[in-house]
């Protein structure tokens, strides 16, 4: 089973700063690595696919960066709405494994 | 518009059985691969189970193993996870969620895109 451990556990900047996430995984993914944004009460929401792949409408503030066992997020200058948890995911094959997630405060 | 929304949840005795329902609208539901997600009160996700379009791949987290079952029905558009022999630990909201869509490359990871609003599940 391929175990995701993220770094660091929570992170507290102010707006316009700059946030960086870390999710190393166990052994390699290539670059089948997701992230996904949660707010308390909503479904995780697809930020990045393909570990550098925005998704569908998601705000270039947010980049994806990585291959086999290291990947990062980056939020360029955060906002406020970008206060949530932040999990990443990977693929191997049909079974899936998420990160312990990584909270953001603003 | 794409949307996906979970019912049946509710509070069941331990041992006991449910079954949750995700109705699929907007998209070509019998092309998608589709999964169920959990998350148990104040933690982290946790993947439950995947179902390839047609049924014909089926796979499960290991503590589920042998107690949920995934099943679909293309021509009605939903999607479900019966749940057996349930469990305290099992007391999460359950997440559907759309995977890959089968005219894509099986070796690019497209995430879940899109997910439901969540079936509360307790087993109390």
């Known amino acids: 089973e391929i175990v995701l451990t993220q770094s660091p556990a929570t992170l507290s900047l102010s707006p316009g700063e700059r946030a960086t996430l870390s999710c190393r995984a166990s052994q390699s993914v290539r670059d089948n690595l997701a992230w996904y944004q949660q707010k308390p009460g909503h479904p995780p929401r697809l930020l990045i696919y393909e570990a550098s792949n925005r998704a569908t409408g998601i705000p270039a503030r947010f980049s994806g960066s990585g291959s086999e066992t290291d990947f990062t997020l980056t939020i360029s200058s955060l906002e406020p709405e970008d206060a949530a948890i932040y999990f990443c995911?990977?693929?191997?094959?049909?079974?899936?494994?998420f990160g312990p997630g990584t909270k953001v405060h603003i | 518009q794409v949307q996906l929304e979970e019912s049946g949840g509710g509070v069941v005795p331990p041992g006991k059985s449910l079954r949750l329902s995700c109705a699929v609208s907007g998209f070509s539901f019998g092309n998608y691969e589709m999964v169920w997600v959990r998350q148990a009160p104040g933690r982290g996700l946790q993947w439950v189970a995947t179902?390839?379009?047609?049924?014909?791949?089926?796979h499960y987290e290991d503590s589920v193993e042998d107690r949920f079952v995934v099943t679909r029905d293309n021509a009605k558009n939903t999607l479900f996870l019966h749940m057996n022999s349930l469990r305290p630990d099992d007391t999460a909201v359950y997440y559907c969620?759309?995977?890959?869509?089968?005219?894509?490359?099986?070796?690019?990871?497209?995430?879940?895109?899109?997910w439901g609003q969540g079936a509360t599940v307790t087993v109390s």
């Open positions: 179902i390839s379009h047609d049924t014909s791949q089926r």
């Open positions: 995911q990977q693929r191997s094959n049909w079974i899936f494994t």
């Open positions: 969620a759309r995977g890959r869509d089968i005219d894509l490359p099986f070796y690019i990871f497209y995430g879940l895109d899109v």
